[in-house]
């Protein structure tokens, strides 16, 4: 019988095979001269990437906030588990909001609004200008507060859609501790 942990890792080497594969297709989708080799986490030298990197730190900052404000602990995760080293259960509950971040980065770059001098490196840094960086906020603050459509007759933001999935996740995880204790 498979161990969890085996199991786990294989999931997680999907998740990256298919990860390589949406962000080359992304790339391409790209007007060329905002093309990028590689999705790069950390100290991207790419504009795009840089872009990615901002949107995802604000999307990290308001699902974190929404996972604390419904009582469940951010650092003890299910798929990205990583003990307290992580925030591992943000890293898992933020996969199905990262498009969003994904959608509003698009569209600049589609739209040519982005530019390279919003990219500044110095040594193995890259920087965003502030320009940049309240862009990134007010575009994806567009779309955080736009309606999503509804769910039980009700209709949300994407930013209370983001507190309600996480209130469901403790009430779920509640009810679930409930019953094996």
């Known amino acids: 019988m498979a161990h969890t942990a085996d199991i786990a890792a294989t999931i997680r080497g999907f998740e990256g095979a298919a990860g390589k594969i949406y962000y080359d297709t992304l790339a391409q989708l790209l007007p060329e001269e905002y093309r990028f080799e590689h999705r790069t986490p950390r100290n991207p ?9 901002y949107g995802y730190g604000i999307l990290y900052r308001i699902v ?39 959608k509003s980065i698009f569209h600049l770059f589609s739209r040519k609004i982005s530019a390279w001098q919003h990219l500044q490196t110095s040594g193995s840094q890259t920087l965003l200008s502030t320009e940049a960086r309240q862009l990134i906020t007010n575009t994806l603050r567009q779309q955080l ?22 209130i469901e996740l403790a009430t779920r995880l509640r009810q679930y501790s409930t019953l094996h204790n």
């Not at 925030?87 to 909001?97: G, L």
């Not at 736009?146 to 209370?160: C, D, L, V």
């Open 45 to 53: 030298f790419d504009l795009f990437n840089a872009y990615l990197n």
């Open 64 to 102: 974190e906030n929404a996972l604390i404000a419904a009582g469940v602990h951010p650092y003890i995760g299910f798929f990205h588990y990583d003990g307290y080293q992580n925030k591992s259960m943000v890293y898992d509950f933020i996969e199905q909001f990262r498009v969003l971040v994904e």
């Open 145 to 166: 507060d736009a309606e999503k459509p509804q769910r039980n007759n009700k209709i949300f933001t994407y930013q209370s859609f983001v507190r309600a999935e996480a």
